[in-house]
């Protein structure tokens, strides 16, 4: 097994975290190698951004790239309730006048490589078709990673910082037992993409839709693509959704369970009639989890590697690209001080977690039965700026803590988790 030991920093995983993080080190000088282990750009779901990414778009010099691609434009969210009723969009320039109200619902196979582009432009090195087979430690100080290519020589590669990005794979987290999952939010998702789904006009073609089905057992997406495609998949707990509906001998009918929940909703149906299904249901396990520490000495975690949210309000590439952004900071000044330990790396972490966890509260209110957003804000209607900031991704910038005291009394939080 070969052995280099010539990078700042090495970065797990190609997606939007990695990129991220990967940018904006090398765009400060360091040498950064970046590890993808898929050889060329893939399907994935996770396809709607919100407008706090500008902010970080900005720093990648990615906003231009945006405005010019195919992408739909996206000014709002709307819900639906389970017995069809639509509440008015939030839209998100109602509390941010600035353009930033305006973002984007992305391919992500399309997106992704974009960003990779954009940090191959801005000094980063990337290998495709890399794996990394584990990250290498010194007692704790991480010192490097075995990686490996697809014909399956391994080749140990070291660096200064270890930078885990590698999603809900999550190395490191593994590694060292970190991860802890959300007992409340053991959820799954089914999905596929229509072609010729109905879209509404004007600045509302681009919305995402969050409709529940009729007892709010389970509730459906739908997000506008380019190529008039639309996204929609169903989200619910995993026993209702899948363990409890297997056949005899332990299958599963994918098909069948996504059919017969999209007959709970009659505003999606409405909506796909006359739609073609472009591929099988596809599966995955949405379970919401965190890991005990961002940060370690010589080592950082970022994005789905450090914690994954319920996909509801399109949390996740928001947390990936500021998570790498915040990262990325926090790296450049370990370089700049010489000092690589857990609380220099981690110093970012409490002040993410905050922003995590406004978006979390908001989760569990989502997923109390007898909440709802039109009669919390008949009730508080001082908070609807609140409730159109965290959906925007305000969460960094503003203080939206004040509307959960009242949030509170129509729905349980469950504790926060500090980090360790």
Avoid at 251 to 273: D, G, H, S, V
Avoid at 313 to 331: N, Q, R
């Amino acid at each position: 097994m070969n052995t280099h030991h010539n990078y700042d920093t090495i970065v797990i995983g190609g997606g939007p975290a990695g990129s991220t993080v990967a940018t904006l080190v090398a765009d400060q000088g360091h040498r950064v190698l970046l590890l993808e282990r898929e050889t060329e750009p893939q399907f994935k779901i996770g396809e709607s951004l919100i407008p706090a990414t500008y902010w970080t778009f900005k720093r990648l010099g990615m906003l231009e790239k945006l405005r010019a691609s195919h992408f739909p434009q996206k000014y709002s969210v709307q819900f639906y309730s389970g017995t069809g009723k639509a509440s008015t969009p939030f839209y998100f320039f109602q509390t941010n006048p600035h353009e930033s109200a305006v973002t984007w619902q992305v391919l992500r196979s399309e997106f992704d490589q974009m960003l990779l582009d954009n940090a191959k432009e801005k000094g980063v090195e990337i290998r495709r078709g890399i794996g990394v087979r584990e990250v290498l430690f010194e007692g704790d100080t991480a010192t490097g990673v075995v990686a490996q290519d697809k014909d399956s020589t391994r080749e140990a590669l070291h660096a200064t910082v270890i930078v885990d990005s590698t999603g809900q794979r999550s190395l490191i987290g593994r590694q060292l037992n970190l991860n802890t999952t959300e007992p409340n939010l053991k959820m799954a998702s089914l999905f596929t993409h229509y072609e010729a789904a109905h879209r509404d006009e004007g600045i509302d073609e681009g919305a995402t839709l969050i409709l529940h089905t009729e007892e709010k057992d389970s509730w459906f997406w739908s997000i506008p693509l380019p190529y008039n495609r639309t996204s929609i998949g169903v989200v619910g707990e995993l026993d209702y959704l899948l363990q409890n509906r297997r056949n005899a001998d332990g299958t599963l009918n994918t098909q069948k369970i996504f059919t017969e929940e999209l007959a709970k909703c009659t505003p999606l149906q409405q909506r796909l009639e006359g739609a073609t299904q472009l591929f099988p249901i596809q599966t995955t396990k949405d379970f919401s989890y965190r890991a005990s520490r961002i940060a370690g000495n010589n080592w950082v975690l970022v994005g789905d590697a450090f914690g994954f949210l319920d996909p509801v309000y399109s949390t996740g590439l928001f947390l990936a690209l500021k998570s790498g952004e915040m990262a990325a900071d926090v790296i450049i000044e370990a370089f700049d001080k010489n000092d690589f330990s857990e609380s220099q790396l981690g110093s970012f972490g409490a002040e993410f977690v905050k922003g995590m966890e406004a978006f979390r509260k908001l989760v569990y209110a989502f997923y109390t039965k007898e909440f709802s957003f039109a009669r919390f804000l008949s009730e508080y209607p001082e908070h609807q700026g609140g409730i159109i900031d965290i959906l925007s991704g305000d969460v960094f910038r503003k203080d939206v803590t004040h509307i959960f005291p009242a949030m509170a009394e129509m729905c349980p939080f469950p504790p926060e988790i500090p980090l360790n």
